[in-house]
């Protein structure tokens, strides 16, 4: 049951919905209060919580898991780059957890008992792995935070100042938090949630409580005086576009976090200005930061454009542009399982990603707009990129941090749609490692049409030799000698003109050779059609067997009409070796030939050759930019 009290400073009733809760905040006076039974005792005020872009607000309620909950507390952390909420639960079976708000990112946890002794934060490492709870973790993020502020009912007592010391856990499916602000420390174990999954209600923006407005800290770049702006307490670093100076945002002088940049650097202009708005893959996007990433491989060096984008409900996101290609980039929420670099890829979401890159140092160059965290020139990260056209898998790390990416290219067409630009974005140069190949739709449809067709052309072949089947139409025994090298055959008839008549001789030759001098003729006009063929056949033994030529031969008459024939044999026998020869004459209507059969095939082999060819060559370019370039002769061509 809620317990109901007054506060001890101005009267104000504070309510305690739930037993676990025994630190309140006064919403009248920001007295801290702590619960003894049923008496409150008033031990300071609270310092005032800094104002942000979070749409949520204590009395807000949602659902997870399919139970009501309401938000009944709130705890503001700071940490040396950016800040968080933690928000205080309490569901309708009366349990109570956390729902975490960092950078657009939502997390739902509840305290969980371990008995196996928790690692001393001074020994973690960002990617060490570690086995609690039941489950294996990766470090993400190590932290030594303090405490704005707090309000609503919390468990235990907080206050400005109060250290934070947390170490954030990921895997594939689930989120924890190892809290060492207590002895010994908590694990809290959750997820990451999607906003809306959450159906939350009674937010800021909602109608029973109006949008507050969140008034821009506007001040002067100390390196120029030109005019910069942080619109909300969100934004803890703002690059200067004209000179390149970065300021703490949230310092009151307002301290420089990098210098100006030098006469002799390089100034990128963003291809999409700050403050452009627009609608990217069906959700609003504003570009509010814009920062130039830097690598330097065999003394060359590489840069890469990346933009900031504000969306709804406090969400971020980033475009990233090398060279005219374009990604959309989401902070992943669940990561893949290894914590490591696999040369040999790694598999997420159902991809198979392939190591493409790793750079050792990507160096930020350049500045300007708001950031979320206290971004600097100079600083940097080892980033590993696997891909898995369109998409990209980005492992950045340094010593306290491991963070990972999910980009999924898009054409610079789009990119000029979403936002609206009049004149478009240049035309990418060469291949990038996630563009998609675009002749893997086209190999596909070839190789597809190809089977068909060939599978059409065979079917058509074997009706082609099932119609027009070989006609045997005379066998007879020839014999020729010295003295006796002519024969006439016996007539046979055609009784319908034939497109080929095969003449086909099967001789006794024997290491030696014989000319033939055929003519076939029409038996009523006359008409006669010559041929003259050699046949020749050796073989023997020299250090094994061998043999050439051939006893049989075989010759076609074309278009014959029909009628009644017969054939004369004139045989010219070797003068060297003039021995008996016996030949086998058939004459037959031949069948249907193969030659027209196998240019077909050829011809439809041309196509799926051709889009192979090209889509190992686009394979080739990708992979000549990684760690993985091919050997001269080698394409890479499977992507899809």
Request: proline share 5%; net charge negative.
């Amino acid at each position: 049951m809620a317990l109901t009290a007054s506060c001890p400073s101005c009267g104000a009733a504070v309510v305690f919905r739930s037993a676990s809760s025994v630190f309140a905040v006064c919403d009248y006076c920001r007295s801290t209060l702590v619960r003894h039974d049923r008496e409150l005792e008033d031990i300071g005020k609270m310092a005032a919580l800094v104002e942000d872009r979070s749409p949520l607000r204590l009395g807000a309620e949602g659902r997870y898991g399919g139970v009501h909950f309401a938000l009944i507390g709130r705890i503001q952390v700071r940490y040396g780059d950016g800040g968080w909420n933690e928000w205080h639960l309490l569901f309708d079976d009366q349990r109570t957890g956390w729902l975490s708000e960092a950078g657009g990112e939502y997390v739902v946890s509840f305290l969980q008992p371990v008995m196996e002794p928790l690692p001393p934060f001074d020994g973690l490492q960002a990617g060490q792995r570690l086995a609690l709870a039941g489950q294996a973790w990766t470090v993400a993020n190590i932290e030594q935070a303090e405490c704005v502020g707090g309000e609503g009912e919390l468990p235990f007592k907080v206050g400005a100042g109060y250290p934070f010391a947390a170490v954030d856990l990921r895997n594939e499916r689930n989120f924890a938090t190892l809290d060492y602000s207590e002895t010994p420390p908590l694990l809290f174990v959750g997820e990451a949630v999607d906003f809306a999954a959450l159906a939350m209600n009674g937010l800021r923006d909602g109608i029973a409580a109006p949008e507050r407005r969140i008034e821009a800290k506007v001040f002067r770049c100390p390196g120029c005086g030109a005019p910069l702006q942080a619109r909300s307490a969100d934004i803890l670093a703002v690059g200067c576009a004209a000179c390149g100076t970065v300021v703490d945002a949230a310092d009151a002088n307002a301290r420089v976090l990098s210098k100006a940049l030098g006469s002799r650097d390089e100034k990128y202009v963003p291809r999409l200005p700050l403050g452009t708005t627009g609608t990217l893959q069906g959700r609003p996007a504003e570009v509010i930061g814009f920062l130039v990433r830097q690598c330097r491989e065999g003394g060359i060096a590489y840069d890469w454009r990346e933009y900031l984008l504000a969306g709804a409900n406090g969400t971020y996101r980033w475009l990233t542009e090398y060279n005219g290609h374009w990604n959309v980039v989401e902070v992943l929420s669940r990561p893949p399982r290894t914590s490591a670099i696999e040369i040999e890829g790694i598999a997420h979401d159902g991809r198979r990603f392939r190591h493409f890159s790793t750079t050792a140092r990507a160096e930020v160059i350049q500045v300007a707009g708001e950031f979320t965290w206290r971004v600097r020139r100079g600083e940097s990260c080892r980033v590993v990129d696997y891909v898995a056209p369109p998409w990209m898998l980005s492992r950045e790390s340094t010593d306290r941090d491991l963070n990972w990416s999910l980009g999924e290219y898009v054409p610079p067409a789009d990119i000029a749609a979403a936002f609206g630009l009049k004149n478009g974005l240049p035309e990418p140069l060469g291949i990038y490692a996630n563009q998609p190949n675009p002749w893997a739709g086209t190999r596909g449809r070839a190789f597809g049409l190809f089977w068909k067709l060939a599978l059409a052309a065979v079917l058509l072949q074997a009706v082609f030799l099932g119609l027009s089947g070989e006609r045997l139409l005379l066998r007879q025994e020839l014999g020729f000698a010295p003295g006796q090298t002519e024969a006439v055959s016996r007539d046979f008839t055609l009784a319908a003109p034939a497109r080929k008549v095969a003449v086909r001789n099967r001789t006794t030759l024997d290491n030696n050779w014989v000319g033939l001098d055929l003519l076939l003729v029409d038996k009523a006009s006359g008409r006669a059609w010559p041929a003259a063929r050699e046949l020749a056949y050796y073989h023997g033994y020299d250090d094994g067997y061998w043999s050439e030529g051939s006893r049989d031969d075989e010759l076609v008459f074309r278009d014959v009409p029909a009628g009644t024939y017969y054939l004369t044999v004139d045989a010219d026998l070797a003068p060297e070796k003039p021995g008996a020869l016996r030949d086998t004459l058939e004459v037959a209507t031949a069948g249907a030939g193969w030659s027209n059969f196998v240019l077909l095939m050829i011809f439809l082999a041309a196509f799926p050759l051709f889009a192979f060819l090209r889509h190992a060559a686009f394979e080739t370019g990708r992979w000549a930019e990684s760690d993985h370039a091919p050997e001269a002769g080698d394409s890479d061509g499977d992507d899809d």
